[in-house]
């Protein structure tokens, strides 16, 4: 096997392997866009950028806003997707947050910045399962001073 296929299995598999983790973080918590949908995200991103990479292009920057702005199209359904019955809910973001993150991700995996793909993953593993029960608490201590003072904004 070449250099160049070892290379490529490398990119595409971290780009697989981080959208696989942050993709089991959702399907565990039971969101729409989980494992399967973000491993194929950041594998069709690692796709997308390596095009011009292949094929010696100096720019790749279209690329990366083709990604860009087609993530944006999948993150806004599934945002949409979320409102139901008439409801003014917007659910979603998140779910929405992490596959657009996966995409940049699976972007940086295409470039062979390993650095910025495991320091990406491990940030957004963070932010997804860490954060969330700091977030609560702070959600409960602001709504028991808005109890007592009777502030509602």
Known sequence: MTNEWLETI???GAAIL??????WDRQVGGRPAGLRTHMLVALGAALI???PLSAGLADSSRAVQGVATGIGFLCAGDILHQVRDGQERVKGLTSSAALWVTAAIGMVAASGTWRHVVVGTVGTLLILTAMKPLEKRLMKRAEAVEKTTGDVG
């Open 49 to 51: 950028v390596s095009i």
């Open 18 to 23: 981080a959208g696989g983790l942050i993709g």
């Open 10 to 12: 490398a990119r595409m």
